[in-house]
């Protein structure tokens, strides 16, 4: 069975850091592009990182307001990626989840930007507040 989990989430303070796991099992999450994916209460869910599949280059993408700020990386051995959050802001806040895709363009193409993906986690709540 494919399955995607979430961790690491939590509260944490303005100027505060996290770091999200994503582990896969039942499938090689290297052979997939991998996103991280947030959505506020009363927002549309919005694209935060994106990681391309090791077989195109491990590509990076973030959304601007991110940018500077947060580090995705895989550790394939672990077939997980993560999210590390430095610098976090209260407009960070909300539920946090990662998505998986093979398609090969999937983080500079259509499939990031609109925000689709073959297969996603159940989120982890990330709550910054002092």
């Known amino acids: 069975q494919l399955q995607l989990v979430e961790s690491g989430g939590g509260l944490v303070q303005p100027g505060g850091s996290l770091r999200l796991s994503c582990a896969a099992s039942g499938f090689a999450l290297d052979y997939f592009a991998t996103a991280w994916f947030r959505q506020a209460p009363g927002m549309e869910r919005e694209g935060v990182s994106c990681?391309?599949?090791?077989?195109?280059?491990?590509?990076?993408y973030y959304a601007d307001s991110v940018k500077g700020r947060f580090t995705i990386s895989r550790d394939n051995a672990k077939n997980t990626v993560y999210l590390q959050m430095n610098s976090l802001k209260p407009e960070d806040t909300g539920a946090y989840y990662c998505?998986?895709?093979?398609?090969?363009?999937?983080?500079?193409?259509?499939?990031?930007?609109?925000?689709?993906?073959?297969?996603w986690g159940q989120g982890t709540q990330v709550t910054v507040s002092s």
């Open positions: 998505a998986a895709d093979p398609t090969f363009y999937y983080c500079s193409g259509s499939g990031f930007k609109t925000r689709r993906a073959d297969y």
């Open positions: 990681i391309s599949s090791s077989d195109s280059g491990n590509t990076t």
